[in-house]
């Protein structure tokens, strides 16, 4: 029986230090076979992802809080019941679009304050 982690070890960095992996691995349970190039590109986009959110919603970064991001994005796409490679395709399908308007967003804003000039 495993103990449960303390707060030092849900912590994003060490918990990663001390498993030698991605968190995105442990959350989806394909430490087998993260090797794969196509899995370990898409669990790369979720994780830098969600990461850039903890840092932009100034979150703790823990284990907690990374799955509490993810969960919200499987909420509002209802990917939570999917078969695992599905899901995490919907997930980084998702994650693009999210990325490309905010890209969007960001270049319109430019766009104005060039105009205002």
Partial sequence: ???????????????EGLHRRKY????F???NIDGEFNLKMETSIIDKYIKGELES???E?????W???LSEIEKEI??????LFSRIKKIVGYIKVLNKLRQTKSLKEKYRTLLED
């Fill in 1 to 15: 029986m495993q103990e449960p982690e303390t707060m030092d070890e849900k912590t994003l960095d060490i918990w």
């Fill in 57 to 59: 919603k100034e979150y």
């Fill in 78 to 83: 209802g990917s939570d019941r999917m078969e």
């Fill in 29 to 31: 349970d394909i430490g």
């Fill in 61 to 65: 970064k823990n284990t907690d809080n």
């Fill in 24 to 27: 995105a691995t442990e959350y």
């Fill in 67 to 69: 799955k509490a991001i």
